[in-house]
C-alpha cells in the first residue's frame, strides 16, 4: 500500500536526493502537492519547499483517480450552453462524458483565430466587438494568468484539473497547490477541449451571437440567434462571462431575476520584476525561485472599504481588454514561463451596491464600470489615438514631481494622463492610503520604478442571476440555467469550470435521474 508523506525541505535541496536517505527500497514516488513558503525571505530566512509525497515499496501501486461514466444517451433536446469559457466548455465536457450531446453557441472565433483579432487590436487598435480579450473560444481566461488557484471546496475540481492535464496541461497541474498554466499554454489546450467535444456529437456554432432567449409561459425555450436562426431547448445554460454586457439588458428585458452585487475598481499597477523579486526574497533573489508573487489587503477603519491586490502576474504583461469599442479596461496575465521582466497585479477598491452606485436599475454596476471606462478611452483620445492606456507613475500619482515614464509590458502602449480625471474619488483616495500601508509590509513597493495603469474594472460580474440553490435553474425562468463568472457564481479559470460541471449534474439529475 502506498504511503503519504509531508515534510518541508529548504529550496536548494534535492527531493531525490531526501527521498533516497529518508525512504530506503522505495521504488517510486509522485508529488501530491508542493508548495514554496518564501515568508520573511528578504530577512535571511530561507525559503522551504512544504511537499506531500506519495511513495511506494516493490508490489505496490499508486492509488488513482478514477471517475466511472455511464452512457446515459442524449436528451431529447440537446442542451443548449450559450458561451465557450471554462463554465460552457466543462458544462459540454461533463454532459458529454455521459453520452449526452449539447450545443455550444460561441460568439466569436476559435482561440488560434481570435489572438490575430486581438493582436491588431493591441498594435493598431481595430477592435472587434465579438474577438476580443473576452470574447470568442475560452473566454477571458484564455488572457489571464492562466491560474488555477481556488478557494472552492467543490468536490468537482479534481475532475476539473485531472482533465485539463488529459488535455495537454503539464502533469504537475494536478498536484500544485498554486497552479499556473500561462495563457499560451491555457490557449493550446483549449481548442483539443472543443475538438473532443465535436468528437462525441457536440455542436459548436462560433461567431454565432445570441441575441435573445426565447420564452413560452415564464420558460426559456430556447434561443434567437445574431444569424435570425432559432434553436429550441428544455435547457438553456447561461455562460456568458462578466461582460456580455448585452445579454446582460436581455435578462432585463426578459424580467430574469437578478440583483445588483458588489465589485471592485482600481488600476493595475506594473513594477519591474527583479524589483518585486528584491522586496520578497531579499538575498534569495535570481536563486532559482521563479518570479515572486505577493497578495495585499487593507481595510480602511472609517469606511470599512476594503482595497487588495487580485489577479497578481508575477512576470508578466498588462493587456487591453475592453469589450466596447468607446471603452478602456485593462487586466494583466503571464505566459507559463513567467518570464517578462515585468510583474503587475490588480489593485482595487471594493464598489458596494447601493452605496457606491445606485441600485434602483439593477444594472446600476455596470452603469458605474461603463463611465469610468468611457472616461479612460475619451483620455486616451485626448492625449493619444485612443489605443493607448492611460498611465500614471506611481510617485505622481502619490503626489510627487512628474519624472518620465517607465518602459511598460503592455502592447498597446501608454499615455501619461491624471488617473482622478478618470477614476472616482473614493477610488484614488483609499488607493493612495492603502499604498502607504502596502510600502510598510513590503518595503519599496513604493518605488519610483512603478506605474499605475487604469482602469481595472471588470473584476467580476455586476449582478447576481439568481438560481435555486439545489436544481440551479434560474429563481424566474424555468429552463434556465445561469452558470459561472457572469451569472456571479464563480472567480477565474478553476470555479467556473467546476460551476459548468455542477449545472451538466443538475441536468441530468433532473433528466436522467442521476444521482450525485
Known sequence: MSKRLSFSLPFDVDLDD?????????????VISQSLDARNANRGRKPVNQWVVEVIHEGER????????????ALKQKPIIVGAGPAGLFCALRLAEYGVPSILIER???AHKRMLHIARFWRYGEFDRENNVCFGEGGAGLFSDGKLITRIKSPHVPYVMQRLVDFGAPPETAWLSNPHLGSNKIRQLIGKISDHLLSKGCEIYYNTR??????????????????????????VVLAVGHSAHDMYHELVKKKVKLEAKDFAVGVRIEHPRELIDQIQYGDFAGKDLGAARYRL?????????????????PGGYVLSSGTEADGIVVN???NYARNSRWSNAALVVAVKANQDFSTDD??????????????????????ASGKELPAQTLSEFMGGSKKDMPKTSTPSGIVRAPLDKILPDFITKHLRVALKQFDRSMNGFVSEKALLIAPETRTSAPVTVLRDKESLVSLSHKGLYPCGEGAGYAGGITSAAADGVKVAMSILESDKGLTQ
Open 297 to 313: 489587503s487593507w481595510e480602511d477603519p472609517t469606511s470599512k472599504k476594503g482595497t487588495y491586490s487580485f489577479c497578481m502576474c
Open 62 to 73: 499508486f492509488s488513482a483517480y478514477s471517475q466511472e461514466f455511464p452512457d446515459l444517451g
Open 210 to 235: 445570441v441575441d435573445e432567449l426565447i420564452e413560452v409561459d415564464g420558460k426559456i425555450q430556447g434561443v434567437k440567434l445574431s444569424d435570425g436562426r432559432e434553436l429550441q431547448s428544455d435547457h
Open 362 to 383: 439593477v444594472l446600476g454596476g455596470m452603469t458605474f464600470q461603463r463611465e469610468i471606462e468611457k472616461r479612460a478611452f475619451e483620455m486616451s483620445c485626448e492625449l
Open 18 to 30: 531526501h527521498l533516497r536517505k529518508e525512504v530506503p527500497g522505495h521504488t517510486d514516488y509522485r
Open 108 to 110: 466569436g472565433e476559435r
Open 332 to 334: 494583466g496575465m503571464s
